[in-house]
Nanobody, 124 residues
Framework: QVQLVESGGGLVQAGGSLRLSCAAS????????MGWFRQAPGKERDPVSV????????FYANSVKGRFTISRDNAQNTVYLQMNSLKPEDTAVYYC?????????????????WGQGTQVTVSS
């Protein structure tokens, strides 16, 4: 049974930082792209950042470029999202996901497995 467990969310003031982690079990994720998505109330689930299986290629949404950094530790079967200079508009539930295909997909439908999400709240 594949499980993705996110952690690291919480409440932070604007300008602060958080580091999200996503630990996978039941699946060796080293061969697959992994992504972070977020969903605010009443809005669609949007891509935040994606990393290739090797870590050599990454995607960032324009809204987070220069502030967020995605990384992965294949030995630990874990992907991270370092979030700096947080803004109130970053408030959302953040989800990690695994795509067993190729490339750097940004559409949620492309992903095969999802975590349960972790809440990030940024106060102004």
């Amino acid at each position: 049974q594949v499980q993705l467990v996110e952690s690291g969310g919480g409440l932070v003031q604007a300008g602060g930082s958080l580091r999200l982690s996503c630990a996978a079990s039941g699946l060796i994720v080293s061969n697959y792209a992994m992504g972070w998505f977020r969903q605010a109330p009443g809005k669609e689930r949007d891509p935040v950042s994606v990393i290739s299986w090797s870590g050599d290629s990454t995607f960032y949404a324009n809204s987070v470029k220069g502030r967020f950094t995605i990384s992965r530790d294949n030995a630990q079967n874990t992907v991270y999202l370092q979030m700096n200079s947080l803004k109130p508009e970053d408030t959302a539930v953040y989800y990690c996901a695994v795509d067993r295909g190729t490339g750097l997909p940004t559409k949620p439908v492309a992903y095969d497995y999802w975590g349960q999400g972790t809440q990030v709240t940024v106060s102004s």
